[in-house]
């Protein structure tokens, strides 16, 4: 079995539009595809295109609000491909506090896949997140992986997860309705560079190395972590991550389908700052905070359905993915002392 991706099935020329591309994940699929050879690809975040955190030579990069019909309208028009990963989101700092905005991406999604159905769009992606499974598994760090239908009965994380499961039900619906061809994978915790590392939305990754380089550059040789550091979670490494919407996207047994995207290897965040320390040769005294955001207690990825259908899961090895992510965050610290711009 060989999986299908953009550049098999589509013309160089073909129309490919990707949303929230001034962010992280949909920044790297723009240049993803940009290297592949695709000479037609808009590129919108609602972001001035100042403040994108790449921005790929020859791709159309728009500033739009995607929360209005009107602009979902003109981004699409035209378009073969749809791949929507615009939304308010950031790391559990930003959406246990900040649930009505994670709600109101509901309006991007909407806007979007009925105008890409109108427009006669070809596929429609969207990304939705390991937050949409019940909470109610995840309350032991010692977590059972969750599988694509642990997220019925629903109790998914308030806001930001109730939001990411209605919006897989348009998914499914315009497809069964409507037939128009969505696919749909459940991201679990994706970092590398080019992320957000700063500012409140960071997740635990990118906080961590910036963390441990304050640490270092400070002299002061301490970290805070959130919790008790005992919560787990597993960790995607962002190329393996662009490579998997693409194949997702072009699996025709994964119509309307969810599908989680994610690295099946389960570290505690204890385990975590261990990595980076280890990456940046230092040990420092550890001060945990009980009451910062820590999300659910555990939470994995089952791999058994992707292997399954593309015989293929996300490979990078945490510590070779984090080296690069801290090293890129190092440049970052450096450069915005420097007083320069920066992504975050
Ligand atoms: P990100 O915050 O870096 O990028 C999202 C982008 O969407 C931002 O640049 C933001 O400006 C843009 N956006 C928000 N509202 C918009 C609007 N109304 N109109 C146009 N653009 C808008 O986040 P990311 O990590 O790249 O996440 C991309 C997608 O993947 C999101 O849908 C997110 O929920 C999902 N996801 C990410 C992770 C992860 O670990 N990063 C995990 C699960 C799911």
Redo the contacts with the bound molecule.
């Keep these: 079995m060989t999986n299908k991706k953009a550049v098999d099935l589509l013309n160089k020329n073909d129309l490919i539009v990707i949303?929230?591309a001034?962010?992280?994940?949909?920044g790297a699929l723009v240049k993803y595809f940009k290297d592949q050879g695709f000479t037609r690809i808009r590129a919108?975040?609602?972001?001035p295109l100042g403040q994108w955190y790449q921005r790929t030579p020859g791709v159309e990069s728009l500033c739009?609000?995607?929360?209005e019909k009107n602009n979902c309208i003109r981004a699409v028009e035209g378009a073969v491909e749809v791949y929507n990963?615009?939304?308010?989101?950031?790391g559990m700092g930003f959406i246990e506090n900040f649930r009505v905005e994670c709600l109101r991406?509901i309006l991007?999604n909407t806007h979007m896949i009925e105008s890409s159905y109108r427009a006669g769009a070809g596929r429609y992606f969207f990304?939705s997140?390991?937050c949409a499974y019940n909470t109610t598994l995840q309350e032991d760090t010692n977590v059972q992986a969750l599988k694509e239908s642990d997220a019925y009965p629903a109790m998914a994380e308030r806001g930001y997860g109730w939001e990411k499961l209605m919006s897989e039900m348009f998914c499914e619906e315009y497809w069964a309705e409507r037939e128009m061809k969505t696919f749909i994978a459940r991201?679990h915790?994706?970092y590398g560079p080019y992320?957000?590392w700063d500012g409140g939305?960071e997740?635990a990754p990118a906080a961590m190395c910036r963390k441990v380089i304050e640490a270092q550059d400070t002299g002061k040789h301490e970290i805070v972590i959130w919790g008790d550091g005992r919560q787990t979670r597993s960790f995607m490494y962002i190329d393996d991550c662009v490579e998997g919407i693409d194949m997702i996207m072009h699996c025709e047994e994964l119509i309307a389908t969810p599908i989680n995207l994610g690295s099946d290897r389960l570290v505690s965040i204890n385990e975590l700052v261990s990595i980076v320390e280890k990456i940046a040769g230092v040990t420092l005294k550890r001060h945990y905070d009980p009451d910062a955001p820590r999300g659910v207690a555990g939470r994995n990825s089952d791999n058994t359905f992707i292997k399954q259908v593309l015989n293929w899961e996300p490979a990078t090895p945490l510590e070779e993915g984090m080296e690069k992510t801290y090293h890129w965050i190092g440049q970052q610290y450096v450069a915005r002392k420097a007083g320069k711009r920066t992504v975050s």
Excluded: C, E
Aim: a positive charge.
């Design positions: 949303t929230g001034g962010g992280f994940i949909a919108i975040d609602k972001k739009m609000n995607l929360s990963l615009a939304a308010d989101m950031g991406s991007i990304s997140s390991a991201f915790n994706v992320g957000t939305r997740k």
